[in-house]
């Protein structure tokens, strides 16, 4: 379980970054899987659920997570909603106590958020199509909804795939550089001619660095290199396996 600075430093917030250890499941998805997305053992999903809300100091009832489907919808969650009426959204926010909200990612940037002063917390997935999208400034409006502040919201970015690990081809850069022209320094030449190095989480963290919160840092961890600590698509894709596990992400604000 990781946690990082700005988020560490709130009153009456806690958050975790889970990595894959300490869970039940076996194989492809051992052991912390939390992604009921996956191909696991829907009880064993269930126990890595239960066993990472404890950690925090939650009930497993208490998380609430969504069907994540790179895009920018939010969802805000006033109380966990019905097993198989999760809705199609790809963050969440709350002013709820007690109430954790939850992001799935196995290389996409998990951002957590968080304003004390206004008792309003965020969670984000954010792969480059859903930062792309719009997925952070929909969160952060959102949680402006809820009576944050800009000045006053900190967030953290979480394990993904690191820039080295991250190679897109010659289609890629495209798109991200006609909605930001200095995005060009996000990318490095790859060692095959007219691909790239795709810096996800510095983009992660410049679009939110962009909308004047108080505090944004990341997470120094590649989930595709990591095999040991962090599930992962990509590493998936290379060594030719069937699916993958899901890491998760956590928010919440205490009583």
């Given amino acids: 379980m990781l946690t990082i600075g700005p988020l560490n430093d709130l009153p009456r917030i806690r958050h975790a970054f889970f990595t894959r250890q300490g869970g039940v499941s076996e194989g492809l998805y051992a052991s912390l899987n939390c992604g009921y997305g996956s191909g696991d053992d829907k009880d064993r999903v269930r126990e890595n659920r239960a066993r990472a809300m404890d950690r925090i100091g939650l009930e497993p009832d208490r998380l609430v997570t969504v069907y994540q489907v790179h895009s920018a919808r939010v969802a805000v969650a006033d109380e ?4 198989g009426e999760a ?5 969440l926010v709350t002013r709820v106590p007690g109430l954790a909200l939850g992001v799935l990612t196995a290389d996409c940037a998990p951002v957590l958020l ?3 002063k206004a008792r309003v917390v965020g969670a984000a997935h954010a ?8 997925v952070l400034e929909a969160v952060v409006e959102a949680m402006e909804e809820l009576g944050a502040k800009r000045g006053t919201i900190a967030a ?13 081809g010659p289609e890629f850069p495209g798109p991200l550089l006609e909605q930001s022209e200095d995005s060009g320094d996000l990318f490095c030449p790859a060692r095959r001619e007219g691909h790239f190095l795709f810096d996800l ?17 990341c997470l120094p961890c590649d989930t595709c290199r990591e095999s040991d600590r962090f599930f992962s698509y990509r590493r998936s894709r290379q060594r030719g396996e069937s699916d993958y596990g899901r890491g ?3 928010i919440y604000l205490e009583p």
């Fill in 127 to 134: 792969g480059w199509r859903g930062a792309l999208g719009g």
């Fill in 248 to 250: 998760l992400s956590a």
């Fill in 87 to 91: 809705p199609r959204a790809d963050a």
């Fill in 201 to 217: 989480k510095g983009y992660v963290a410049r679009r939110l660095a962009r909308m004047g919160l108080v505090g944004v840092q």
């Fill in 114 to 116: 968080a304003d004390s």
């Fill in 156 to 168: 953290g970015v979480g394990p993904a795939i690191a820039q080295r690990s991250y190679e897109v």
């Fill in 80 to 83: 966990p909603w019905a097993p």
